[in-house]
Antibody, heavy 120, light 108 residues
Framework: QVQLHESGPGLVKPSQTLSLTCTVSGGSISTDGFYWSWIRQHPGKGLEWIGFIYNRGGTYYNSSLKSRVTISLDTSNNQFSLKLGSVTAADTAVYYC????????????WGQGTLVTVSS | SYVLTQPPSVSVAPGKTATITCGGNNIGSKSVHWYQQKPGQAPVLVIYYDGDRPSGIPQRFSGSNSGNTATLTISRVEAADEADYSCQVWDSRSDHVVFGGGTKLIVL
């Protein structure tokens, strides 16, 4: 079955860019009918949607983060990535990647999550 | 933007039925999905399309959606059901995925 795994630095300095990669196994990110999403969870808080990218490259972003977010596909490596610029301590969170079903917008499966701390 | 409201916590004794609500303006017109998240783990989809269960999810988990409230019901609650539960919809007006704030299910 499809599995997702996040990777990237666990510590980012303020004002720098947070970069994460999600590697998909057991299926192709080019498969029609799905999109690839990033979600984060601040410590002790609820889930916050960051955005997603369709298999053909179209993107949707949370308007509260849109000016700082870029999600892109790397079909050759079956990966997709997240870049979040100008980070502050408020961006400290566990970041999850997940697959979404286009027709219904549920998210399944999810990666295990990766904690990113913004600190100097 | 569209807002989903969940109670912070729900307590239930083992063997009883737990009901977790998710409130939103005319949420009955949307498809609601529910996720279970245990401490230190990623969310897992437990209900989609208001009341359908993915394979591997026990029949004890069910859902409904009408008017301004969607509901996740867990029958014959077990200690292993203790977790955070979050509802989610797609808001077509803003083109956003929206999550509720999450409800901690406490098994007494």
């Amino acid at each position: 079955q499809v599995q997702l795994h996040e990777s990237g630095p666990g510590l980012v300095k303020p004002s720098q860019t947070l970069s994460l990669t999600c590697t998909v196994s057991g299926g192709s990110i080019s498969t029609d009918g799905f999109y690839w999403s990033w979600i984060r969870q601040h410590p002790g808080k609820g889930l916050e949607w960051i955005g997603f990218i369709y298999n053909r490259g179209g993107t949707y972003y949370n308007s509260s983060l849109k000016s700082r977010v870029t999600i892109s596909l790397d079909t050759s490596n079956n990966q997709f990535s997240l870049k979040l610029g100008s980070v502050t301590a408020a961006d400290t969170a566990v970041y999850y990647c997940a697959r979404g079903l286009q027709s219904s917008n549920w998210l399944d499966p999810w990666g295990q999550g990766t904690l990113v701390t913004v600190s100097s | 933007s569209y807002v989903l409201t969940q109670p912070p916590s729900v307590s239930v004794a083992p063997g009883k039925t737990a009901t977790i609500t998710c409130g939103g303006n005319n949420i009955g017109s949307k498809s609601v999905h529910w996720y279970q998240q245990k401490p230190g783990q990623a969310p897992v989809l437990v209900i989609y399309y208001d009341g359908d269960r993915p394979s591997g999810i026990p029949q004890r988990f069910s859902g409904s959606n009408s008017g301004n409230t969607a509901t996740l019901t867990i029958s014959r609650v077990e200690a292993a059901d203790e977790a955070d539960y979050s509802c989610q919809v797609w808001d077509s007006r803003s083109d956003h995925v929206v999550f509720g704030g999450g409800t901690k299910l406490i098994v007494l």
